[in-house]
């Protein structure tokens, strides 16, 4: 860990910074790329954006250089790479066949996105760390990424529905950003703590899984991920539980602070 002491060199600044400029060049050059037919590329774009945006705050976290400039610039950056460019990828390549419902739910992917990632922002000081509200806008540009990717598992018999498919997970995938779905968000680690070797197996596991097959499992994980909001909200429902993580977080924090 840093020592806070002492000063942060300027290289330290730039660094997150770097990320994410990365991540808003890939995902401007994915746009450049779907106007270009090259689908598959453009998807690949998109996925390394989302890696960049995952490790920017991490970068500044760890080197001390966290700052109000940065958050603004990252979603900024977000925005272009998780809402413009999947849109934009699923409207160049199935999206277009719609005319101008077409065009409305590509605009849709960065309208919401914008939303969302306002709202982060707004809450991000009394949002639980569990889970994220909504959808979090990496995994939905990622899972029409991954669609794209997907296509050669696509069973042929099922391409005359492929434009409707793509206009329902175009669709659902930005209404369930700007959703009060509660989605896990794996930054507290307790169960990794608790269980250890099972962890370390089933990730290795995945990772295999992951490597040996990228564009069948990704997409298939992905899917899961999305299915399991909704599935846990009405899990939570039908139990009649009213457990509310942010509130629990809140009275936490209230009594830690008490003492």
């Known amino acids: ?3 806070q002491k002492k000063p942060v060199a300027r290289g330290f600044y730039i660094l997150p910074n770097l990320f994410t400029t990365g991540s808003l060049f890939c995902g401007f050059f994915s746009v450049i790329l779907a106007f270009k037919g090259q689908f598959d590329l453009a998807a690949w774009a998109i996925l390394t954006s989302a890696l960049l945006d995952g490790c920017d705050g991490k970068v500044a976290r760890l080197t001390g250089t966290s700052s ?3 958050v603004e610039y990252d979603s900024l950056a977000d925005d272009v790479a998780f809402g413009v460019a999947p849109g934009m990828l699923a409207y160049a390549w199935q999206l277009h066949n719609f005319g101008r419902l077409g065009l409305a739910v590509a605009f849709l992917y960065c309208a919401c996105a914008a939303l969302r990632l306002a709202r982060f922002n707004v809450g991000v000081s009394t949002t639980s ?3 994220f509200v909504g959808l979090p806008s990496p995994a939905s540009a990622c899972v029409m990424a991954c669609f794209v990717l997907f296509m050669p598992y696509y069973p042929s018999f099922l391409d005359p529905i492929l434009p409707g498919l793509t206009l329902v997970i175009a669709t ?3 209404l ?5 779905v509660r989605y896990f968000s794996f930054k507290e680690f307790g169960f990794v703590k608790a269980h250890p070797y099972q962890t370390m197996v089933a990730t290795l596991l995945v990772a295999s899984m992951i490597f040996s097959m990228p564009r069948l499992f990704c997409f298939l994980l992905l899917m899961a991920y ?3 909001g909704p599935a846990y909200t009405l899990y939570m429902k039908r139990q009649g539980k009213t457990f509310d993580p942010e509130a629990a977080d809140a009275a936490k924090a ?3 602070s008490a003492e």
């Open 1 to 3: 860990m840093r020592d």
């Open 68 to 70: 109000q400039f940065g």
């Open 129 to 131: 760390k569990r889970f």
């Open 172 to 174: 659902a995938a930005p």
């Open 176 to 180: 369930l950003m700007v959703s009060r």
């Open 226 to 228: 999305i299915i399991s």
């Open 254 to 256: 209230a009594s830690k």
